[in-house]
């Protein structure tokens, strides 16, 4: 069964230091969100592609955070300097196309920022 | 105001009852609406899709869209331990997929 990959899975950096998440989506899905959840919160939106290009990227902050998709085919989201309120689980999706495809989500990647 | 509101409980419910799960949205403009199940420490698992009014059922979940109310719900029938997650709605605006707080629930044997 096809499904959305992440690695690594689990994550401790130190504070200020970079860190960088990996996720490949479903062969075929056009549309990939990275997406940021807080204990006991929903999933917040941080950036969402169309391919190679950025379609939404407003909640992203961009004086830390930075966000790629090359080939329109795998993407990987960066944090530099890591900060202890950027601990929280990062989580990447995929669907076929927007807006009538469900998204589809990886495991995750479980930041600890220390 | 969020675009998308849901109690986040918690839900303790009898193994066996009906868990009753509710959002509610201001955006008259989402089309989609989908529900997601996340067990601890994993991702969501997407349980419901639906892009009208009305009913739609799969197995023991009923999905249930009210447009004219804003107003979705998810029941669970028969629920067992299994059941014990975080339930999250979501819903699509054009092409902005946003979430609810989550709702979670616990089915005690």
């Known amino acids: 069964e096809a499904e959305v990959a992440q690695s690594p899975r689990y994550k401790i950096t130190e504070k200020s230091q970079a860190v960088a998440f990996w996720c490949d989506p479903i062969?075929?899905?056009?549309?990939l969100y990275w997406y940021r959840q807080i204990l006991g919160q929903g999933p917040e939106l941080l950036v969402q592609?169309?391919?190679?290009?950025?379609?939404?990227d407003s909640q992203l902050p961009k004086d830390r955070f930075s966000a790629e998709r090359l080939k329109g085919v795998d993407s990987t989201l960066k944090i530099q300097p890591a900060e202890l309120g950027d601990s929280a689980m990062y989580l990447c999706?995929?669907?076929?196309?927007?807006?009538?495809?469900?998204?589809?989500f990886g495991q995750g990647t479980r930041l600890t920022v220390v | 105001q969020k675009e998308v509101e849901q109690d986040p409980g918690p839900l303790s419910v009898p193994e066996g009852a009906i868990v009753s799960l509710n959002c509610t949205y201001s955006n008259s403009a989402f089309q989609y609406f989908m529900w997601y199940r996340q067990y601890s420490r994993k991702g969501p698992e997407l349980l419901m899709y639906t892009y009208s009014s009305g009913n739609k059922e799969d197995g023991r979940f009923t999905a249930q869209v009210d447009k004219s109310s804003k107003y979705i719900s998810l029941f669970i029938r028969d629920s067992q331990p299994s059941d014990s997650a975080t339930y999250l709605c979501a819903m699509i605006n054009d092409y902005k997929l946003s979430f609810g707080a989550g709702t979670t629930v616990t089915v005690r044997a």
């Open positions: 062969s075929g899905h056009a549309t």
């Open positions: 592609f169309q391919d190679e290009s950025v379609v939404d």
């Open positions: 999706a995929s669907s076929l196309r927007t807006p009538e495809s469900e998204a589809f």
